[in-house]
């Protein structure tokens, strides 16, 4: 009976999300038309590389999340060694938090950090313990630990609330929601977004969640609406159809995902969404390529950008994104690309033949990055 109820709850979210669409504003690209050099348009307003500081106790692999806030940027590692690492604005190490384990101030997964700038807080959510570590922004302090309800895959903080994601998750089947509203002190308020029980447990390379002012905005590989959730209910925001690289149907299951996922001829999800004051972005793979597709709010046009080299005071390529918020792009380069550059060349190209300025510049002002030092960090400000 459980069962029958699961699935007459999900067919219903599902048609309703179609009747909705029939009124919903549709964003389209075209990817016949030619791409646009990303530092072409209006987008890019400066930028900042911060080559980060290598030591024994400070090696750094992927980076799965960056955060800048004031004078300091966060770079977090979820998979090999679970921890934080917090530098300055010029790359200097300042602390790390690597508390792995079962204590009252460890975790057991670290799943993904932010910043309560009310509070002024760092949090560390740990998944499998269901527990958020909150630290003192200033001195780095741990200041409690917090039992939480669900075992969340991600989390923000809102003025007044929390909102966490189960990562399709369901740990009460009667309750098979991703989405949980919580008070200050973690009570549930409301729950949204019914599992796709196709996916249950499975999660996409995609950031699920978003915010822009007071609007909160969800994505889902399922489909390419933009979803926003006002608190008490969710709506579809618009949208967007990527033309010749469209899945031929939405609503997909995992396994279709992943078969669609193998093929050169879709694009199978939105990684990040990102409303800013003039834009719409939408992160995207295009043919094993990184794609930002631009939507101009003011003028309505379309444009797709290729994440071309910065080549104004420094040559460098674009990095790979970590993160888009409301007013960066944040992305990293490698210690072995950065090597190449100060170098002035590798096997196929002479960097210092096209941009010898640029290159001079960098030997002048940057400090010798080693082929196995820690990664690049680029900010670029919207």
């Known amino acids: 009976m459980k069962k029958l109820t699961y699935i007459i709850i999900l067919i219903t979210c599902l048609l309703g999300c179609q009747h909705k669409s029939m009124n919903t504003t549709c964003i389209n690209f075209d990817f016949t038309q030619r791409m646009k050099d990303i530092h072409s348009i209006d987008l890019i307003k400066n930028y900042k590389l911060i080559p980060l500081e290598t030591r024994d106790s400070v090696i750094i692999g992927k980076i799965d999340k960056a955060i800048l806030y004031k ?28 508390t792995i384990g079962r204590g009252p101030e460890e975790y057991l997964q ?115 609406n933009i979803y926003q959730y006002d608190g008490k209910k969710v709506s579809i925001s618009h949208s967007v159809n990527f ?32 409303e800013t004051p003039n834009y719409y972005l939408y992160w995207v793979v295009e043919s094993g390529q990184d794609r930002l597709c631009v939507y101009n709010k003011k003028n309505q046009e379309s444009t ?26 944040i992305t990293s380069v490698e210690a072995s690309e950065m090597n190449e550059y100060l170098k002035g060349y590798n096997e196929y190209v002479n960097f210092e033949k096209e941009y010898p300025e640029q290159i001079h510049r960098m030997r002048k002002e940057l400090p010798d990055i080693k082929e196995d030092d820690n990664p690049c960090i680029v900010v670029y400000f919207l």
């Open 71 to 98: 004078d300091q940027i966060y770079i977090a590692t979820f998979h090999r060694d679970q921890a934080v690492y917090i530098f300055n604005l010029q790359g200097k190490f300042l602390h790390k938090i690597n």
């Open 110 to 224: 670290l799943s993904d950090i932010f910043i309560d700038e009310n509070n002024q807080t760092l949090n560390l959510l740990s998944r499998i313990d269901a527990k958020l570590l909150t630290y003192d922004i200033n001195n780095l302090n741990i200041i409690k630990s917090s039992p939480l309800p669900k075992a969340f895959y991600k989390m923000i903080s809102l003025k007044d609330r929390y909102l966490g994601h189960s990562g399709n998750y369901t740990q009460d089947k009667d309750e098979p929601y991703n989405l949980w509203d919580m008070d200050l002190d973690f009570r549930i308020i409301n729950k949204a977004i019914v599992i796709d029980p196709r996916w249950e447990s499975k999660m996409a390379n995609i950031r699920p969640l978003s915010t822009y002012q007071d609007t909160i905005f969800y994505i889902t590989p399922t489909d390419f």
């Open 243 to 274: 033309g010749k690289y469209q899945l031929p149907s939405e609503q997909i299951s995992y396994d279709e995902y992943k078969k669609y996922c193998l093929s050169p001829y879709y694009i199978t999800a939105i990684r990040i969404f990102q």
């Open 304 to 329: 797709i950008c290729e994440l071309t080299p910065y080549s104004g005071k420094y040559f460098i390529s674009f990095g790979d994104i970590i993160d888009i918020t409301q007013k960066h792009i």
